[in-house]
């Protein structure tokens, strides 16, 4: 169960579109479309802004979106705000009612 | 409002057991597939456990498998998280989380398991 590879950092300015990439194999990100994301920020509990590849749960902005291709995953944040400011996680079903993490991103808005 | 509680943490010394409960409220605690997930100091997120809805069924990530015990008691609305021969490397924050669609939607403010002598 390796964790999913994510780029440890990514930034933008506020306005502009920050994409986060989430790799894995065929038995978990490429094997099934139940890659979720989620937002942290520091000293608080993780809170889910991408569930079954690229839906969204209610009253998180639609500015948050996710899509896949093959093995990878990506997590897209438009029109960067401040508050999006945070460490960002992927996540995926890696079957056999497992799942694994991704690494983390660390987002920055300059 | 979905409330997810978390308690039982706190130091141990290595080889030591804890046993963590997560007090559930606000939704039918009986339906869902719950987990537990950790973060160490500074670190990422890492996939601990879960559990189907009667209990009947359990998983581990290899790290804790042998060792950590998921079960739940829905009369309590109450999730637990049995840990034993605990390791430095079990120090971190526990947090459960309830499930929707195989991710964790709900998610407690965690509870923080030391373990050093």
């Known amino acids: 169960q390796s964790a999913l590879t994510q780029p440890p950092s990514a930034s933008g300015s506020p306005g502009q579109s920050v994409t986060i990439s989430c790799t894995g194999t065929?038995?978990?990100?490429?094997?099934?479309?139940?890659v979720s994301w989620y937002q942290q920020h520091p000293g608080k509990a993780p809170k889910l802004m991408i569930y079954?590849?690229?839906k969204r749960p209610s009253g998180v902005p639609d500015r948050f979106s996710g899509s896949k291709s093959g093995n990878t995953a990506s997590l897209t944040v438009s029109g960067l705000q401040a508050e999006d400011e945070a460490d960002y996680y992927c996540s995926s079903y890696a079957g056999s009612n497992k799942f694994v993490f991704g690494s983390g991103t660390k987002v920055t808005v300059l | 409002e979905v409330q997810l509680v978390e308690s039982g943490g706190g130091l141990v010394q290595p080889g030591g057991s804890l046993r963590l409960s997560c007090a559930a409220s606000?939704?039918?605690?009986?339906?869902?597939?719950m987990y537990w997930v950790r973060q160490a100091p500074g670190k990422g997120l890492v996939w601990v456990s879960r559990i189907n809805t009667d209990g009947t069924s359990t998983t581990y990530a290899d790290s804790v498998k042998g060792r950590f015990t998921i079960s739940r008691d829905n009369a309590k609305n109450t999730l637990y998280l049995q840990m034993n021969s605990l390791t430095a490397e079990d120090t971190a924050l526990y947090y459960c989380a309830r499930d929707f669609r195989y991710s964790a939607y709900h998610w407690g403010q965690g509870t923080l398991v030391t373990v050093s002598s």
């Open positions: 079954d590849v690229s």
């Open positions: 606000g939704f039918t605690f009986s339906s869902y597939w």
């Open positions: 065929s038995s978990d990100v490429g094997g099934y479309n139940y």
